[in-house]
């Protein structure tokens, strides 16, 4: 049976269905679509659907569009709401659903177990399932497995098979970085291994690591993890150079000389679909049994402090040029959680923006990605955002902010205008030059 499944995969003529439509899963559809597989795409929401089933990408992704309109129009992709369906009529089954915390921190495995249930109800002997969600340790094994073997009658690793293989797709560079990136491949026993790497065979031209699923789950999230802790430490480094009284840009730029060095850039906080709830995903299983984390929980919290931080430095900038918060109109710029992307998911942008609202400031935005404005003014460029105010935020590290004209800027601006960089990508010395009062993370230079 798994020779029948694994010669298939080989032909290209395995039917694969994959479900959820967010960035991963439709590049995981269009790409196994790309190399000649015959691929359903499944999402709840319809109108991502109809954008899909015309061949448009609903990410601002010019890569992820094109190839998506070519995989449509020669038929190798389509889209549909139906679940069962689409698993019935499938070989494989790829789900992509998302895996988000709640407001507790605990995972809500909502989506997944609801997305499992529907693919139950198509599941049929010789069939493969591969979880591409992050998930909390262990859910593959003994949540997944246990809700497609009820669903299905089916017995997993045998009837089935069952894999959990995380993605490592950056928002900006998801096509090529899920080609290129090295594939771990958990398998919930080695038969779905085998599997699983026949089929990743066929997209990846990176290398392709076999563990087991729980394995390949905690990986995912130390990598994620990893990341969090290591800017934590850049934030908190910055937090110090303001109180020393150096630039902490500077000095993590001569830091970084060390081979072994390899300091993170501050900022004014972490945001995006990932790593501001991957880490209390690893954590939830320890922490039910007493664990205390030391180093990953303190670190996730110190960069949420952060967004506090670029608040502060607004009101302390304020002040210095005796002005009141409250009484301010401050121009934020940017929505999006990092540059060059529309993605707004736990944006520190967004905590900004209600603070300084919670403050009393009259807040606006821009963001030359996105329509979002948390609630706040929205301006349409940024003449338009920093009109008669007292008051720039940088939220967001977009190139188009790296190029601010400061001088045409300020004359736009209220008399006294202070800046606050929360990314660090503009020049203190001209913006001071120019007139402004400047603030920025880790500028503890006077
Ligand atoms: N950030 C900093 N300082 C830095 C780097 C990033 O403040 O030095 C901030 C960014 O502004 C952003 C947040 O952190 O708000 C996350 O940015 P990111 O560059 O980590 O990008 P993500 O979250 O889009 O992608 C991460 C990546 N994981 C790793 O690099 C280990 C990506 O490879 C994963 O595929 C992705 O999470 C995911 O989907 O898990």
């Known amino acids: 049976m798994k020779q029948e499944l694994v010669k298939m995969i080989r032909a290209g003529e395995a039917r694969i269905a994959v479900i959820g439509l967010g960035h991963v899963g439709l590049t995981t559809a269009a790409m196994f679509a790309h190399v000649g597989f015959q691929v359903k795409g499944v999402d709840l929401k319809k109108d991502v659907v109809e954008a899909v089933s015309s061949g448009k990408s609903h990410f601002r992704d010019l890569e992820l569009d094109e190839l998506v309109g070519k995989v449509v129009r020669q038929r190798r992709l389509g889209a549909t709401t139906d679940t069962q369906r689409a698993a019935r009529e499938a070989d494989v089954v790829i789900i992509c659903v998302q895996t988000p915390v709640t407001e507790d921190k605990e995972p809500d495995q909502s989506y997944l177990g609801k997305a499992c249930e529907d693919v139950a109800e198509g599941l049929s002997r010789g069939k493969l399932v591969v979880v591409q969600s992050t998930v909390t340790p262990g859910t593959t094994k003994n949540f997944v497995a246990r809700v497609l073997e009820k669903g299905s ?216 990605y996105c329509e979002e404005s948390f609630g706040a003014g929205k301006a349409k460029d940024v003449n338009d955002v920093v009109r008669d105010a007292d008051c720039i935020v940088i939220a967001t590290d977009h190139k188009k902010f790296r190029e601010l004209k400061l001088g045409r800027i300020k004359a736009l601006m209220n008399e006294k205008p202070a800046l606050i960089d929360g990314r660090r990508i503009v020049d203190p010395i001209e913006a001071k030059k120019q007139g402004f009062m400047y603030g920025g993370i880790g500028y503890g230079a006077k």
């Not at 110090?240 to 009284?245: A, L, P, S, V």
Request: glycine fraction near 8%; include cysteine.
């Open 153 to 368: 009658g089916l017995k997993c690793g045998e009837d089935f098979w069952l894999a959990n293989c995380p993605e490592r797709i950056t928002p900006g560079k998801v096509v090529q970085e899920f080609v290129e990136n090295v594939r771990v491949v958990g398998g919930y026993n080695s038969e779905s291994v085998v599997v699983t790497v026949e089929l990743f065979k066929t997209v990846t031209k990176g290398e392709i690591l076999g563990t087991d699923c729980t394995s390949a789950e905690v990986a995912k999230l130390a990598e994620n993890s990893f990341r969090d802790v290591n800017i934590a430490f850049a934030n908190e480094f910055a937090l110090i150079c303001e109180q020393i009284g150096v630039d902490a840009m500077e000095v993590i730029r001569l830091a970084n000389t060390h081979p072994n060095v390899s300091v993170h850039k501050p900022g004014c906080g972490v945001g995006g679909p990932c790593l501001p709830k991957d880490p209390y995903l690893l954590l939830h299983p320890v922490k039910e049994k007493g664990f205390e984390s030391r180093v990953i929980e303190p670190c996730r919290e110190l960069n949420d402090y952060m967004s506090n931080h670029a608040g502060e430095l607004v009101i302390e900038a304020l002040k210095k040029v005796g002005k009141d918060v409250s009484h301010s109109k401050v121009a934020v710029l940017g929505a999006a959680y990092k540059g060059e992307v529309d993605e707004t998911k736990n944006s520190p942008s967004e905590r900004i923006v209600c603070e300084l609202m919670g403050l009393g400031a009259e807040v606006v935005v821009y963001d030359p």
